[in-house]
C-alpha cells in the first residue's frame, strides 16, 4: 500500500483549480451569518475585528443624527472611515469563508484520494500477502526437496570417479590419454557442455580430431599431475575412416620402448572410441613412418579391436587416484579380465579387491554376472574403495562391451547403483569437466 502526501505543485495546482467563489448575500446578512457562528464564539480576536468596524459605523451614524449642519469636508471624511473600515471586515470575513471552504475542499478532496487508492490497494496488499505467503510456504518445501536431491545426488556424484550418460543429458565427452610419472597412459574423460561445443562449433558437428585440436591444449596437464604431452608433436590429419599422424624427423615418442609404448597407449586413450579405425604414421615426405625399436607398432595401428583390458587403481604423486589399466595388458575374454583383477602384476597399479573377497564369474546373455564366495557386506568396506571396486569391474565389462551384475551382496544399492540389477555400462573413466 502506498502513501502519497501532497507536494507542493499538487497544492498549487488543487488551489489554482479550485471553483470561483461569489457571494450575492448582503454584508449584514454576512455580518449575523458570522456572529451567530458557534465557531467565533471563542474567537477573541476575530470578534473584535468583527465588532470595531461595527462600533465605528453606530458611532459614526450617531454623530451624523447628533450634527446635521456638519460641513460636507465632515461627511466626506466619515464617508473614507467607513469605506476604510469595512474593507478590513470584509477581507476578514472573506479570508475565514476562504479558509473553511477551501479546507473544507481540500480534506474532502484528499480522504476521497485517499480513500479511494486505499481500498483497492490494501485488498490487494492483503491478496498478495496471502498469495507470497502460500507460494513460499510451497516453495520453502520444493526447496527442501531439491536440497536433498542436490546433496543426495553431489554425494553420489563425488564418489563416483566414471561418467555415465546420465551425466550427458546436456553435454558431451571427451576422451584424452594423459601420461603420467610412469610413462604410462591414465584415461581421462572430459565432459563438456553443448552449447560451448555449439560456440566452438557453430557451423557442424566437430569431428574427434577437431575436438582433440580445440580442446586438448586448454587441459593443464602438469597443474593436474601430468606430463605436459599435448597437443602431439607434428600433424595429425583425417583420411576416411582413418587418422594420420605425420611425425616429425625428430620426436620424443621414439626414443626409447617406453617413449614408444606410452605414445601408443596415449593415442589408444584418446582416439579408440572414435570414428577412426585406424591411425598410420608417416614421415613428412609421406613414406611410412619406421619405429627404431625392434618390435615396432604395426603401420596402421588397429585403434578399437584390442581394447580388452581390466582396470586397477594409479596414485599419483599429489595422491590423487584413477581407475586405469595395467600396463595395457589385454584379455580375450571378459571372464578372464574380471578374474585377473585379484592379482597385482606391479608396484604402480593395486587391485581395487581386497584379498579376502574371492567370487565367480559368469557370462551370460545379459552380460556377465560376478557372484562373491560369501555375503559381501560393503560397510565393512571405505566406501570410496567399495565404490571403486564396482566401477573398476564395471570399466572391465565395458572395455567388452558388457553390462555387469554383482551378486550375494548386502546392500541391495549403493551410490545410486541398484545392485539388483545389471549395473549401466560407463561411457569413460575418471570423471572431469573441461576448465
Given amino acids: 500500500m502506498t502513501h502519497n502526501q501532497f507536494d507542493d505543485d499538487q497544492l498549487e495546482h488543487l488551489l489554482n483549480n479550485a471553483p470561483k467563489l461569489s457571494d450575492r448575500r448582503s454584508k449584514e446578512e454576512i455580518l449575523n451569518r458570522l456572529l451567530t457562528d458557534a465557531r467565533l464564539q471563542d474567537n477573541v480576536d476575530l470578534q473584535e475585528a468583527i465588532q470595531q468596524p461595527i462600533d465605528d459605523e453606530i458611532t459614526s451614524q450617531e454623530q451624523q443624527h447628533s450634527i ?54 490494501t485488498s490487494q496488499y492483503s491478496t498478495s500477502q496471502d498469495s507470497r ?84 591444449p586448454q587441459i593443464d596437464e602438469k597443474a593436474n599431475g601430468f606430463t605436459n604431452y599435448h597437443p602431439y608433436k607434428g600433424e595429425l590429419k583425417e583420411k576416411g575412416d582413418k587418422l594420420v599422424h605425420v611425425l616429425p624427423e625428430k620426436n620424443d615418442y621414439d626414443v626409447a620402448s617406453a617413449d614408444t609404448n606410452e605414445y601408443l597407449e596415449t593415442l589408444q586413450d584418446t582416439f579408440s572410441d572414435s570414428e577412426y579405425k585406424d591411425i598410420e604414421f608417416e614421415n613428412p615426405d609421406g613414406t611410412a613412418y619406421k619405429f627404431s625399436k625392434e618390435e615396432e607398432p604395426s603401420n596402421p595401428k588397429a585403434l578399437t579391436s584390442s581394447n580388452h583390458f581390466n582396470y586397477y587403481l594409479y596414485k599419483d604423486e599429489n595422491g590423487a587416484e584413477y581407475l586405469s589399466p ?110
Fill in 68 to 121: 446635521p449642519t456638519q460641513q460636507e469636508s465632515t461627511e466626506t471624511a466619515t464617508t473614507k472611515k467607513k469605506v476604510r473600515k469595512w474593507p478590513i471586515f470584509m477581507s476578514v470575513a472573506a479570508v475565514f469563508a476562504l479558509t473553511v471552504i477551501t479546507g473544507s475542499m481540500f480534506m474532502n478532496h484528499n480522504d476521497a484520494k485517499l480513500d479511494q487508492a486505499n481500498a483497492p490497494e
Fill in 133 to 216: 505467503a502460500a507460494k513460499s510456504f510451497v516453495n520453502q518445501d520444493k526447496i527442501m526437496e531439491s536440497n536433498n536431491i542436490v546433496a543426495k545426488h553431489s554425494r553420489i556424484m563425488s564418489l563416483r570417479s566414471s561418467v555415465y550418460e546420465e551425466d550427458l543429458t546436456e553435454a558431451v565427452v571427451f576422451h584424452i590419454g594423459l601420461a603420467n610419472r610412469d610413462k604410462k597412459s591414465v584415461p581421462m574423460t572430459y565432459i563438456i557442455p553443448n552449447e560451448r561445443v555449439a560456440t566452438d562449433f557453430p557451423k557442424k558437428k566437430p569431428t574427434t580430431l577437431q575436438m582433440y585440436e580445440k580442446y586438448a
Fill in 326 to 435: 595395467d600396463s595395457r595388458k589385454t584379455f580375450p575374454t571378459v571372464t578372464e579380465a574380471l578374474t585377473d583383477m585379484r592379482n597385482k602384476n606391479d608396484d604402480v597399479y593395486v587391485s581395487v579387491v581386497p584379498e579376502n573377497i574371492a567370487y565367480t564369474v559368469k557370462e551370460v546373455a545379459e552380460g556377465v554376472i560376478v557372484t562373491f564366495d560369501e555375503s559381501l557386506d560393503l560397510t565393512t568396506m571405505d566406501t570410496v574403495r567399495a565404490t571403486q571396486l564396482i566401477e573398476a569391474m564395471m570399466l572391465t565389462a565395458a572395455s567388452f562391451d558388457q553390462q555387469i551384475r554383482l551378486d550375494n551382496v548386502v546392500q541391495e544399492t549403493w551410490e545410486g547403483f541398484d545392485l539388483k540389477k545389471f549395473l549401466p555400462k560407463p561411457v569413460g573413466a575418471n570423471k572431469r569437466y573441461m576448465p
